[in-house]
């Protein structure tokens, strides 16, 4: 049973979320103050946080967020006002998994944190690679699925749950083109709708993280209206993929 942090101001909202939730196997705590909730977020005692965009005071919503992504890589599902694009796009560029805005469709809500506990506590989704550790390598850039780690040459990369499952699919299919509608699927478990930016976002700071190619290439290429790939390095002899049980 997983234990759910909602951080929301709006008693009617924290109702609503355990409603929802409680009938779905979820526990859910809540909290309305921000100073309150960063500690309760990083004490590692919660699989994933419900964190409303509009928290009143200080720390605001995003406040909360970037001191908590700063420390923690806690999934963060951030919720936002009525077509309010500034706060996705924030949410997404300061770390949040995924963000959904308000009033709350309670199926697809239940939907996207499924989603986002699948990718990150090894759920159901992939089964024929779950008894697999995978250690890919292209150019100067490894991840182990195992520990999670990724280093460019020596150097860990810091990634949040959604880089790093972003990263192991455009890597598994280096050289190749991966669709934005696949790539979806796979690492947010949902479809996009035609306004939604958020793959773009992840994929933004991921290119940020990972910077450049050793000869001064981007790593991640945009293929417009088709998707993205991951480019492989000039000399062949540079690749090598292959899985461990």
């Known amino acids: 049973m997983y234990h759910i942090l909602a951080i929301a101001n709006d008693p009617e909202l924290c109702d609503l979320l355990r409603q929802c939730l409680t009938p779905a196997g979820f526990l859910v705590d809540s909290v309305s103050d921000g100073e309150q909730a960063i500690p309760l977020a990083l004490a590692n005692g919660y699989a994933l946080a419900v964190l409303d965009a509009c928290l009143p005071g200080e720390p605001s919503g995003l406040d909360v967020l970037r001191r908590v992504r700063a ?56 089964p024929e690679r779950q008894s697999l550790t995978e250690r890919i390598t292209v150019g100067d850039l490894r991840l182990d699925t195992g520990t999670r780690i990724v280093l460019r040459g020596n150097q860990p990369v810091d990634l949040t749950s959604i880089e790093f499952s972003l990263l192991a699919v455009l890597l598994r299919d280096a050289g190749r083109v991966v669709a934005r509608e696949a790539l979806a699927s796979m690492v947010l478990g949902r479809t996009l709708s035609p306004q939604d930016r958020s793959l773009d976002v992840h994929v933004c700071r991921l290119r940020k993280k990972l910077g450049c190619e050793p000869h001064g290439g981007d790593r991640i290429k945009s293929v417009r209206s088709v998707g993205y790939l991951y480019t492989l390095p000039p000399h062949p002899g540079d690749l090598g993929i292959r899985s461990v049980g």
């Open 71 to 126: 420390r923690s890589g806690i999934p963060i599902l951030m919720l936002t006002g009525r077509g309010d694009d500034v706060d996705q796009i924030l949410g997404l560029e300061m770390g949040a998994d995924d963000c959904l805005s308000q009033p709350l469709n309670t199926r697809e809500l239940l939907a996207r944190i499924r989603a986002i506990l699948r990718r990150t506590r090894g759920g159901t989704a992939e």
